[in-house]
């Protein structure tokens, strides 16, 4: 495909990339004492590219007829710490700025996603979790258990997504090496933080590969310029604002959109190469500005 070809509707694109792998999967030998696992996709994508309205229009498209599965959604947002807890962790470490606010690894909940892709695996009944992104000024809390979904198996597909599903953490040294460069060079934003604090979210890091190694595939959307990210996310808050009442200012934006970037800058070039896994188990969609796909790599 042209990298100048535009793409508007990604649905068919996906499913046509997920459809043999989901064949596979279901007639793989099995354990006949045991329920066969849902096969888990992720799907990982910046703020503001438009991944969560994909992902409906996917899960939508694959409950129908004529595939009529069972499909879970799953995001790496429901999943953030408490308010308390992230409140308690940004006193613990009150100079990284990187753990201010939700969104570096190290503030998200493992241990409860770890919960539920195990209930989930197992088929078992689960309660999947939601979080509250307008609560607290924009900051967000995690939703009232009682509100979240409930959901039974047999489950033929869970769709987790997230903005950093499928980041790897990379050796000391590699970060170490980005670091110096972004300081000496002035670009990007790993300069404007100490290695001890960049250090701290790639060693959280390490606790996500139970989470990734879980997954039987990838879709990685990704954006052709990774500033897009600062005019998306803007875009986004102002629809939440406008649907609940309350969120962050533009300034608050830009601040909350910088504690996510240096993770884009020290792990997305491997994403790219796919290091997620196994040959033909990554689709790495890159998209423009306007969020159309420019082209197209199976990995």
């Known amino acids: 495909m042209s990298s100048s070809a535009v793409i508007r509707d990604k649905t068919p694109i996906l499913t046509a990339f997920l ?9 793989a030998p099995a354990d006949p004492t045991a329920s066969s696992p849902p096969f888990f996709l992720g799907i990982s994508g910046p703020q503001g590219s438009g991944k969560s309205t994909l992902v409906t229009a996917l899960a939508a498209a694959l409950r129908t007829y004529p595939h009529s599965l069972n499909v879970v959604v799953f995001s790496a947002d429901d999943i953030y710490l408490t308010n308390a807890d ?12 990187l753990v201010r606010h939700r ?4 503030t998200h909940d493992i241990e409860l996603a770890k919960n539920v892709f ?4 197992d088929q078992r009944g689960t309660k999947v979790p939601s979080y509250d992104k307008s609560a607290f ?3 967000g809390d995690r939703a009232d258990e009682a509100s979240w979904e409930a959901v039974d198996g047999p489950y033929d597909l869970v769709i987790f997504e997230g903005w950093c599903v499928g980041f790897r953490p990379l050796p000391d040294g590699v970060v170490e090496e980005a670091w110096n460069k972004g300081r000496t060079s002035g670009r990007g934003t790993l300069g404007r933080h100490s290695l001890e604090h ?4 790639n060693t959280k890091l390490k606790d996500y590969d139970t989470i990734t190694d879980s997954l039987n595939a990838l879709i990685h959307i990704d954006a052709e310029d990774i500033s897009c990210v600062y005019d998306w996310r803007t875009q986004q808050e102002h629809d939440l604002i406008s649907a609940r009442g309350s969120g962050m200012t533009d300034d608050q934006v830009i601040e909350f959109v910088n504690g996510y970037m240096p993770a884009y800058e020290l792990y997305i070039d491997n994403l790219r190469r796919g290091s997620f896994g196994a040959k033909g ?11 159309n796909i420019v082209r197209i790599a199976n990995l």
């Open 19 to 27: 459809l043999p792998l989901l064949h596979a999967h279901a007639h």
């Open 86 to 97: 992230q409140v308690a962790l940004r006193e613990l470490y009150p100079d990284n700025k």
């Open 198 to 201: 960049l250090l701290f979210v």
């Open 118 to 121: 195990r209930s989930l695996h």
């Open 103 to 106: 969104g570096e690894p190290g």
């Open 137 to 139: 000024e924009g900051q």
């Open 281 to 291: 188990k990554q689709l790495r969609v890159v998209i423009g500005k306007d969020r």
